[in-house]
């Protein structure tokens, strides 16, 4: 696991990438060194004691060589509009890396990543490390609409095989990216030894669902509300199934999305809502 | 200005050098805390919530901000006594910090059969006390029941002191008509210090789904939003009750610890605050010696329940 650090990390720059989602470049140079695809730090969103307890922000982008990386976040509530508001120059108390982040197989050629929303944030980071390891990647972005697909050309410029679907019709596969990952399987027979997926939770079981009839590995990032993001106070836990599989009745624990998460075999998580 | 002032307080026969412990539940079983916090600077450290058997807790969501606070309904998840003494508390022994036992249960018989059983390891794994929570509103059963009324105290605190040479802390729950006559008889039934306050029953609702914000409807209130009413008891029980008393709720800042020292805190707990500032313990130890040296207070204890009215 990487060494935790609590750091005031300075912001390089801000910029509103779609309305309401900003991306922000943070001067982080320990941090980034420990920092894997899938962790997230626990930021202080304003200089006072409101909010008070931290958010957690997915690791965007690592910039190990130039010390930075980059967090992509949409506005949903008080902690990330003052977080929005933040001067680029300002220093943010942020708490990590923190949780276990994606793991990729050495095995694997093909890898599927699928973003629904802001769900496409951790992504980046594993796209770019699934690059350099030389695999094969295709990225599936879903999002409401045209304006809200964010990061498109970025996973393009690494080289990944890029597929948008807007639930309006208004852009790129008319419908479901969950439709979309279907379509691609059994009608294209593209079929990918891994498959790492973060949003919404409908559509992350629903494709927990697909990859389950398929046999494809499938990891999925969860999101939980925080309070320390740091395994001690078990406020942001999720249901996974126990390991001791001898009824038949699915027998379930609560795990810590920020410890032992927030990446989970889909396989394991119950979904019951 | 004192040059070195002494921090060191006595705490149902337990020697703290500073007055400041971790409250429980916020602060894991102390290893969490090792990136931000030298375990070995705190007055003491209290665990998590233990009960005999593991406990799985409540379904998520647990926590949600709330105006100035935060609430939780964790549910007492637990790894189970065993396990705590199997995994947790060989790892703490290599510090210089008494580690205190955070205990609950459903049944007197729970109750009993765990301390029994922290007794029986307490030398050996370095259980310097217990802090009976009799006060968390976040189990269906047991949990707040024994702390709301005076005889279920009496009770329950009197059986525990039967079986236990242990030095035993009695945690009070806010959410009571008079605080006074619990701690009375917490008091009564032999309890060697009492800690107040754990926290108050409360609830949020979403008003688009018209659902609760959290899975179990309720839950308990922390954070600075509760600093004044824990004062406000922790001044009653100090001039009810001859035991020493800790000071909980709502501490985030050196300022916040002084104020429940003044009012007759002997020691503090710092729960929330954890969870933001990890560093919050360091800073506030370090806050009350400068405090003390500024206002020419050679020992700390000159402090406790120094409220001039
Ligand atoms: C591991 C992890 C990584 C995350 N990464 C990102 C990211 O890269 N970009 C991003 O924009 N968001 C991310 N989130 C979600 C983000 O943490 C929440 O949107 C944020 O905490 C909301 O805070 P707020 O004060 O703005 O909203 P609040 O006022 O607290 O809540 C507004 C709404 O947001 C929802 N919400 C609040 N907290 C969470 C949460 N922790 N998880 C899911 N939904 C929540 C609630 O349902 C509520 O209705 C991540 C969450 C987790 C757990
Ligand atoms: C997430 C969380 C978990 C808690 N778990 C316990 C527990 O297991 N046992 C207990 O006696 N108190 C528990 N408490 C109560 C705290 O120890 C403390 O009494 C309370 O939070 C008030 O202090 P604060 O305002 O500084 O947080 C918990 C509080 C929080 C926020
Ligand atoms: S946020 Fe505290 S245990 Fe995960």
């Known amino acids: 696991m990487s060494t935790i650090l609590n750091k005031k990390i300075k912001i390089l720059s801000k910029k509103e990438v779609a309305p309401n989602i900003y991306l922000a470049k943070l001067k982080a140079p320990e941090i980034s060194q420990e920092a894997l695809p899938g962790q997230f730090i626990h930021i202080k969103c304003s200089k006072d004691n409101y909010p008070l307890l931290r958010r957690p922000i997915s690791i965007h982008r690592i910039d190990k060589e130039k010390g930075e990386i980059y967090i992509l976040f949409q506005i949903v509530g008080e902690g990330t509009k003052l977080l929005s508001q933040r001067a680029v120059g300002d220093d943010l108390d942020v708490i990590g890396p923190l949780g276990n982040g994606f793991n990729i197989y050495p095995e694997s050629k093909k890898i599927m990543m699928i973003g629904g929303g802001i769900g496409v944030a951790p992504l980046l980071a594993l796209c770019e490390e699934s690059i350099r390891q030389d695999k094969e990647v295709r990225v599936l972005i879903g999002a409401l609409k045209k304006e809200l697909i964010v990061g498109e050309e970025n996973f393009r410029i690494l080289g990944a095989k890029i597929d948008v679907a807007a639930d309006d019709g208004s852009y790129g596969y008319k419908g479901l990216v969950t439709d979309l990952l279907e379509e691609i399987i059994t009608k294209e027979g593209w079929l990918p030894d891994q498959i790492f997926t973060c949003g919404p939770k409908p559509m992350l079981k629903k494709i927990v669902e697909i990859s389950l009839h398929s046999h494809i590995d499938c990891q999925v990032s969860l999101e939980e509300r925080m309070g320390c993001g740091i395994g001690a106070c078990l406020g942001c836990v999720c249901k996974i199934k126990t390991k001791d599989k001898k009824e038949d009745k699915v027998k379930y624990e609560f795990k810590r999305v920020c410890i032992d998460g927030p990446v989970f075999e889909g396989s394991e998580v119950v979904w019951d809502d | ?309």
Do not use: H
Request: hydrophobic share 45%.
């Open chain 2, 1 to 309: 200005m004192i040059d070195k002032p002494n921090l060191e307080v006595g705490i149902a026969g337990i020697k703290l050098k500073n007055p400041v412990m971790t409250a429980s539940g916020t602060f894991g079983y102390g290893q969490e805390y090792t990136p931000f916090v030298d375990l070995n600077r705190l007055g003491a450290i209290i665990l998590k919530g233990i009960t005999l058997k593991p406990k799985k807790g409540n379904p998520p969501p647990r926590i949600i901000e709330t105006p100035s606070g935060m609430l939780n309904a964790i549910g007492l998840q637990n790894v189970g006594v065993e396990i705590l003494i199997k995994e947790k508390l060989p790892y703490l022994k290599k510090f210089n910090t008494p580690v205190i036992i955070n205990i609950s249960g459903d049944t007197i018989e729970e109750y009993m059969e765990l301390v029994r059983r922290l007794e029986e390891v307490s030398k050996e794994m370095g259980v310097a006390g217990l802090e009976v929570n009799i006060s968390c509103p976040n189990v269906k059963k047991g949990g707040m029941t024994w702390g709301t009324e005076a005889k279920a105290t009496y009770k329950i605190v009197s059986t525990i002191r039967k079986v236990t040479t242990l030095p035993l802390i009695v945690k009070l729950t806010p959410n009571v008509t008079d605080i006074k006559i619990i701690a009375q008889a917490a008091e009564e039934a032999g309890a060697d210090a009492l800690s107040l306050i754990n926290t108050l029953v409360g609830m949020a609702v979403d008003i688009d789904s018209r659902k609760p914000k959290l899975a179990n409807v309720s839950g308990g209130l922390s954070g600075p939003a509760i600093k004044p009413v824990a004062l406000w008891m922790v001044w009653q029980v100090f001039q009810t009750v001859n035991i020493p008393i800790i000071g909980i709720g709502g501490i985030i800042k050196v300022e916040d610890a002084l104020e429940f020292i003044i009012a007759g805190a002997r020691a503090i707990e710092i729960g929330t605050a954890n969870l933001v500032n990890p560093q919050t313990t360091v800073e506030i130890i370090e806050g009350i010696e400068k405090y003390l040296m500024e206002n020419n207070i050679k020992d700390i204890n000159e402090l406790v329940g120094s409220m001039k009215i």
